[in-house]
């Protein structure tokens, strides 16, 4: 059986403890596990059951990072702590089943894979946060060509050999971006999505939007080009219009009058230099992020480590 680094993201979630002993649990036929929880919270807690936990148990292995970096930021800390061959990686919210664990691990070895994702059966999410969530995957399997981006979900396994660590050393990080650029030997299983329990998901429209422009602007050059065509195209109008005027008055002499016409001209050419414009900045400001070399995340303390 193979060796497993189940890695959990934790932001203040309640279930912590109860989803700790049923992945204790679930993974007792595996020849050697590791469970490394990463505090991304960024606050100051008790801790008394992880820390207990930790020193009681030699599996169950705890990070806390100095503040928010945020779930992908939290995945690659205990990527780089893991010791094991293999990584799992679940929330912190009992949606994704531990019980599934093995079922991902089997598919993995039995099909000679290098990343599987536990695709969720029913998605138990409100219906506005599904409309949400199929838009920005529309718009990043368009920019990004993610294969089966529908399928995508943060509960996965994959060999840890193919994600360089060093690579994802900026500040912006999408694994599975990273992922899905190491390798095409991807899996798919359908697995159980429990409802939430308690509290409600930490990331709204505008984190998501977020997460989505970021992903987009770390790794790919779409919008760049989308930005050139766009300009091509009102540069395109703005000279049939041209065109248009001038040849109105040379064949009949007639001056087109419109003071409102040419201040909308105007504006349209005016904002749409200012798009394109940004659009170059967001990338000349992760190019400067990049050259300050602002290291993924930093570990404030650990538990359980040698």
Not at 28 to 47: K, L
Not at 70 to 94: E, L, P
Not at 166 to 195: F, Q
């Amino acid at each position: 059986m193979i060796s497993l680094s189940i890695i959990v993201p934790y932001f203040k979630s309640p279930l912590i403890e109860d989803l700790i002993l049923e992945i204790l649990d679930n993974t007792r036929d595996f020849h050697n596990t590791e469970i490394i929880i990463v505090d991304d919270s960024g606050i100051a807690w008790d801790g008394s059951f992880l820390e207990k936990i930790c020193r009681e148990v030699n599996k169950v292995k705890y990070i806390e990072l100095s503040k928010n970096f945020g779930q992908h930021n939290a995945i690659i800390a205990g990527i780089s702590f893991a010791k094991n061959d293999y990584v799992v990686t679940i929330d912190d919210d009992f949606q994704n089943p531990p019980n599934e664990i093995k079922r991902l691990a089997e598919y993995l070895i039995q099909n000679n894979l290098d990343l599987v994702y536990g695709s969720p059966i029913n998605i138990r999410q409100t219906y506005v946060r599904k409309i949400m969530s199929k838009t920005i995957r529309s718009f990043l399997y368009y920019v990004l060509k993610v294969k089966n981006v529908n399928e995508i979900s943060s509960f996965r396994i994959f060999k840890r050999k193919i994600l360089d660590i060093s690579s994802a050393n900026v500040s912006e990080i999408s694994i599975d971006s990273l992922l899905n650029w190491a390798t095409d030997h991807i899996g798919y299983i359908k697995v159980d999505h429990n409802k939430r329990i308690t509290g409600t998901s930490n990331y709204d429209f505008r984190k998501l939007f977020s997460f989505a422009l970021n992903t987009i602007i770390s790794y790919s050059v779409k919008p760049l080009k989308i930005a050139t065509y766009f300009g091509i195209l009102i540069f395109g109008i703005g000279a049939a219009l041209l065109v248009f005027i001038l040849g109105k008055y040379l064949l009949y002499g007639i001056n087109v009058p419109g003071f409102t016409t040419t201040v909308s001209i105007i504006i349209l050419f005016s904002g749409t230099q200012l798009i394109i414009l940004g659009v170059i900045g967001e990338y000349l400001a992760r190019m400067h992020l990049n050259i300050m070399n602002k290291p993924a995340f930093v570990v404030r303390r650990t538990i359980g480590f040698d």
